[in-house]
Nanobody, 127 residues
Framework: QVQLVESGGGLVQAGGSLRLSCAAS????????MGWFRRTPGKEREFVAA????????YYADSVKGRFTISRDTPKMTMYLQMNSLKPEDTAVYYC????????????????????WGQGTQVTVSS
């Protein structure tokens, strides 16, 4: 089983920054992709960013491009999301996700690409 533990959420004023972390642990698993999603009340969980574990290639939702940066520390099996220039509309519960393999017929932009999920961390941006 794989465990994902997120940290770094909190309350910040608009224009501020936060850094989220997601540490993976467990036995006998590999990481193909890790990603961040977020959910606001009344909405479905939406893609934020993802990173290919082997290549370091990164992918972003248009709404966060240029403001958020995803990165990884492969020996620590930890992923980060540096969030700058935060806006009130970034307020959400942020979830990290881990995919163990390529899945034909889907993409890393959608939930079913991922096999494991963290418990979520609240990010609140005040105006």
């Amino acid at each position: 089983q794989v465990q994902l533990v997120e940290s770094g959420g909190g309350l910040v004023q608009a224009g501020g920054s936060l850094r989220l972390s997601c540490a993976a642990s467990g036995r006998a698993f590999s990481i193909y992709t890790m990603g961040w999603f977020r959910r606001t009340p009344g909405k479905e969980r939406e893609f934020v960013a993802a990173i290919s574990w082997s290549t370091g290639n990164t992918y972003y939702a248009d709404s966060v491009k240029g403001r958020f940066t995803i990165s990884r520390d492969t020996p620590k099996m930890t992923m980060y999301l540096q969030m700058n220039s935060l806006k009130p509309e970034d307020t959400a519960v942020y979830y990290c996700a881990l995919g163990v393999r390529l899945k034909i017929g889907t993409t890393l932009y959608v939930e079913r690409w991922y096999d494991y999920w963290g418990q979520g961390t609240q990010v609140t941006v005040s105006s």
